[in-house]
């Protein structure tokens, strides 16, 4: 009887060792998937000029206040513009309208703040109609490449026109201080029946193929960028996600 029972005892114990050193596989599975595929742990919040610390200097009137925490600390990223005032332009002695817009990354730790990165963007002494400023929902805050770094970027109109040709549009990211730039001409139709078309396929004008005796500035330009050399070293996630946000933005409405 005890022989008996000490061998029931025996393979209780070889069953439990095995069993404990056994690992669910879907756990394990996910596990990897988690190792694999980082949560970033930004959460960007679009908040107000009350909120920007006083160390931190702003020109002209603020537009956007984002507050986000990463790796660099408690961030801010804020954008301003200064309204079109006249300006004479001297060169040509004839008067025109200045516009000016600012950006700035802010990052700090114990209430102290630096500059990440800031941007400048003016249109000086236009004489015909002006056009400076940030497009509307083309700012952004992201972790695209799952560091707890965030990206930054914005995207803004330029022109001083006098006849219906697109305004010049720039979308700049910053990781860090690092920027990456697309720019071209934004897309305006020139009749109510006017489509559309530019793709993530075609959207690059430096690889789109040229027509024979194409004259220079023609609309095949309208609605893509000049090129991508910005983003040869950056993360492929980014220059992904600057293409489709050209896209989206890139419309331009008469009036605007």
């Known amino acids: 009887m005890r022989i008996i029972l000490f061998g029931i005892?025996?393979?209780?114990?070889?069953?439990?060792?095995?069993?404990?050193g056994k690992k669910d596989?879907?756990?394990?599975?996910?596990?990897?998937?988690?190792?694999?595929?980082?949560?970033?742990?930004?959460a960007p919040v679009k908040t107000g000029a009350a909120d920007i610390p006083a160390s931190i200097k702003v020109k002209g009137t603020i537009q956007e206040v984002w507050k986000?925490?990463?790796?660099?600390?408690?961030?801010?990223?804020?954008?301003?513009?200064?309204?079109?005032?006249?300006?004479?332009?001297?060169?040509?002695?004839e008067d025109g309208m200045t516009a000016e817009l600012y950006a700035g990354h802010y990052?700090?730790?114990?209430?102290?703040?630096?500059?990440?990165?800031?941007?400048?963007?003016?249109?000086?002494?236009?004489?015909?109609?002006?056009?400076?400023?940030?497009?509307?929902?083309?700012?952004?805050?992201?972790?695209?490449?799952?560091?707890?770094?965030?990206e930054t970027k914005i995207q803004y109109a330029i022109a001083c026109r006098s006849d219906v040709s697109p305004a010049l549009m720039k979308l700049a990211m910053y990781e860090n201080g690092t920027r990456y730039v697309l720019q071209g001409s934004m897309w305006l139709a020139y009749s109510p029946d006017q489509k559309y078309e530019v793709t993530e396929k075609d959207v690059?004008?430096?690889?789109?193929?040229?027509?024979k005796d194409e004259p220079r500035g023609t609309p095949r330009s309208f609605g893509r960028y000049e090129s991508e050399k910005d983003f040869v070293n950056a993360p492929v996630e980014?220059?992904?996600y600057a293409r489709s946000?050209?896209?989206?933005?890139?419309k331009e409405k008469m009036g605007e």
């Open 9 to 20: 005892a025996t393979m209780l114990l070889i069953y439990g060792c095995n069993s404990s």
């Open 25 to 42: 596989p879907n756990h394990a599975m996910d596990d990897t998937a988690r190792m694999r595929n980082p949560v970033s742990r930004i």
């Open 68 to 93: 986000w925490t990463d790796n660099l600390g408690e961030n801010f990223l804020i954008t301003s513009y200064v309204l079109p005032y006249e300006d004479r332009n001297k060169e040509y002695d």
């Open 107 to 150: 990052a700090g730790k114990d209430g102290s703040y630096r500059e990440v990165w800031t941007m400048t963007e003016t249109e000086r002494s236009c004489p015909f109609d002006l056009t400076l400023h940030f497009i509307p929902g083309a700012v952004s805050v992201t972790d695209l490449d799952k560091d707890n770094m965030a």
């Open 204 to 211: 690059n004008l430096e690889k789109l193929p040229k027509e």
């Open 238 to 240: 980014f220059l992904n």
């Open 245 to 250: 946000e050209w896209l989206k933005f890139s």
